[in-house]
Nanobody, 127 residues
Framework: RVQLVESGGGSVQTGGSLRLSCTASGYIGTTYHWGWFRQAPGKEREGVAAIYSRGDFIDYADSVKGRFTISQDKSKNMLYLQMNSLKPEDTAMYYC????????????????????WGQGILVTVSS
C-alpha cells in the first residue's frame, strides 16, 4: 500500500519561503506521477505542481509559476516543493499525491487523476 507523509509546513510572513517534503513508502510502480495540491477554506482542492518520475513532465499552476519549484529524489522516495515569495493567498492545506499512471496533459494537475494522498500539512502566510 502506498503511503505519503508531508512535512515542512508552518507559518511565514508575506515574501517568505518554505520547503515542503513528501516521503513515500510502498510500491507504486517503476514510473509514476506525483505532485502537490492545496485546499484553502471554502475552496476546492487545486493542483499546484506535479512531476513525472522520469522527470520529463513538470507542470505548475499559473498562480505559482516562477515562485514554486517541484523536485524529486527517487533514491530517497522524496518529493519536494520549494515555495518562495509566499503570498497570503497561498495559505492552505497542502497535500502530496501520487498515481501510477501519467494522465493527459490537460489533466496532469487534476486532483481526480491521483489515487494516493497524504494527510496534508498546513501552510499559513500572514500579511
Amino acid at each position: 500500500r502506498v503511503q505519503l507523509v508531508e512535512s515542512g509546513g508552518g507559518s511565514v510572513q508575506t515574501g517568505g519561503s518554505l520547503r515542503l517534503s513528501c516521503t513515500a513508502s510502498g510500491y507504486i510502480g517503476t514510473t509514476y506521477h506525483w505532485g502537490w495540491f492545496r485546499q484553502a477554506p471554502g475552496k476546492e482542492r487545486e493542483g499546484v505542481a506535479a512531476i513525472y518520475s522520469r522527470g520529463d513532465f513538470i507542470d505548475y499552476a499559473d498562480s505559482v509559476k516562477g515562485r514554486f519549484t517541484i523536485s524529486q529524489d527517487k533514491s530517497k522516495n522524496m518529493l519536494y516543493l520549494q515555495m518562495n515569495s509566499l503570498k497570503p493567498e497561498d495559505t492552505a492545506m497542502y497535500y502530496c499525491a501520487a498515481d501510477s499512471e501519467l494522465p493527459s496533459p490537460v489533466t496532469r494537475l487534476n486532483p481526480n487523476q491521483f489515487e494516493y494522498w497524504g494527510q496534508g500539512i498546513l501552510v499559513t502566510v500572514s500579511s
